[in-house]
């Protein structure tokens, strides 16, 4: 498994272009952008990759223009967290305007963080003729490099110049036996009791108030011979809710978390319910490739009867497409009901991410699934799944050929998945599927 995710933070004053920069990168329409200075709020981050090399981008606010208090909040609160968190920041500056006193002041508190940086001249749009970008070497932060956002020129140059700054990949030297839990969910779920009970001490500090927590914490542990290493981490909130700088950078720890963990523990408060949020993490979970098993906590305080947790299970997994398929366990971390049972079905859903399927099985299936419900025809011509086989585990993907793979409709790809699983399970686990022509091909063996 490699090491982190490395997180690169956009840094600036109003309107230089951090936000357009954040989208071109991207490659997408991400970050809101206007020309009015400040519309960037709410902190923007994803992940994305350039050259094989995966990262987080942040897209930070800028800072607010206007008065001595302003500069002295927004810029600390802005640049320095940013710069606290990341493992490289990029300064961009406006190459119309030129140098800017906030320029200054904002390169003063960087320069003496003495953390990674590049200067990013943007709006550079008649590049390589325009010469503005040398303006910027007086700030201090070393070679200007000129780009301009909006039409992609120098792009591709700064991202090679990112990379190349970047710290090295690490690979962890963990066990390769050992299993990383994360603990994830929305603020005051429970999950840093859920920890403590799990190891009957105070790992955590728990606290009534939501977002106690605020960095994610590694405990370990030995069960039935595998070493089970849990990540308690900051809740998660709505992005409009992460109004303060610690909370929106502890949801970014929780990503890269989410990244690196095998298991995903998903606790959600019973009282509450399965709220929109909750679904939006176990999402966040399964996309990422991760096992998912959901805890339901604080059960002790839920009135019921028998069949209370019948109905509560059958409800959700009515609603949510993803619970279909995932284990669901109620429970207590405050008098620990069945906090213990977890780790068995947290090596059940291990076990399942990491199961390969024999290719002629993979076939045989397949072949009773088509023949039962042929893929619809793609102008008069008929759609064929010809043979699929399983390239990859953890989590289990598989690669089929097609005559017209392009063709092939989601809802025929879900009945597939669905086959695919009434057959083998994977429960808790994703399943995806990859489609390749059969032109030039060979069935696989």
Not at 327 to 348: C, K, Y
Request: include cysteine; charge should be neutral; proline fraction near 6%.
């Amino acid at each position: 498994m490699s090491g982190r995710l490395p997180v690169i933070a956009v840094v600036g004053r109003p309107n230089v272009g951090k936000s357009t920069f954040f989208n071109r990168v991207l490659g997408r329409r991400e970050a809101i952008v206007h020309d009015a200075p400040g519309v960037t709020r709410d902190r923007n981050f994803a992940r994305t990759d350039w050259a094989g090399r995966s990262f987080f981008l942040v897209d930070t606010g800028g800072v607010i223009e206007g008065s001595d208090e302003a500069l002295d909040t927004r810029v600390k609160e802005q640049a320095l967290m940013a710069v606290d968190e990341a493992d490289l920041i990029l300064f961009l500056v406006d190459g119309k305007e030129g140098v800017h006193p906030l320029d200054e002041r904002l390169a003063e508190i960087l320069r003496d963080r003495r953390r990674p940086l590049l200067l990013v001249v943007n709006k550079m749009d008649n590049l390589p003729a325009d010469p503005a970008h040398h303006d910027f070497w007086r700030l201090g932060l070393g070679e200007p490099i000129p780009v301009s956002a909006i039409s992609g020129k120098g792009s591709g140059d700064l991202l090679d110049r990112v990379l190349a700054a970047l710290p090295d990949e690490e690979a962890t030297a963990e066990e390769e036996d050992s299993l990383r839990i994360a603990v994830i969910g929305k603020p005051n779920v429970g999950k840093s009791s859920f920890v403590n009970r799990l190891f009957g001490e105070e790992r955590m500090v728990v606290s009534p108030v939501p977002g106690t927590t605020r960095d994610a914490v590694d405990s370990t542990l030995t069960y039935h011979g595998r070493k089970l290493v849990f990540i308690d981490t900051a809740g998660l909130r709505r992005q409009s809710r992460v109004d303060e700088s610690v909370e929106y950078y502890s949801a970014l720890r929780t990503a890269r978390v989410i990244q690196q963990a095998q298991v995903c523990l998903v606790l959600v408060d019973a009282i509450d319910g399965l709220t929109i949020q909750d679904v939006k993490i176990l999402e966040r979970a399964w996309q990422a490739g991760c096992g998912v098993l959901l805890g339901v906590n604080k059960w002790d305080l839920v009135e019921k009867d028998d069949r209370s947790a019948p109905d509560f299970e059958k409800e959700v997994r009515a609603r949510i497409p993803v619970l279909e398929w995932t284990p669901i366990l109620f429970l207590s971390a405050l008098t620990g009901q069945r906090v213990r049972r977890t780790l068995d079905l947290l090596l059940e859903v291990a076990a399942e991410r990491e199961r390969r399927i024999p290719t002629h099985e993979v076939n045989e299936v397949l072949d009773d699934l088509v023949r039962r419900t042929p893929p619809p025809h793609f102008r008069g011509r008929p759609v064929r799944v010809r043979y699929g086989t399983q390239i990859q585990k953890a989590p289990p993907t598989f690669l089929l050929f097609s005559n017209f793979p392009k063709e092939i409709p989601d809802h025929y790809l879900r009945y597939l998945t669905n086959g695919f699983r009434k057959a083998w399970g994977f429960i808790g686990v994703p399943i995806r599927l990859r489609l390749r022509s059969t032109k030039g091909k060979t069935a696989p063996e």
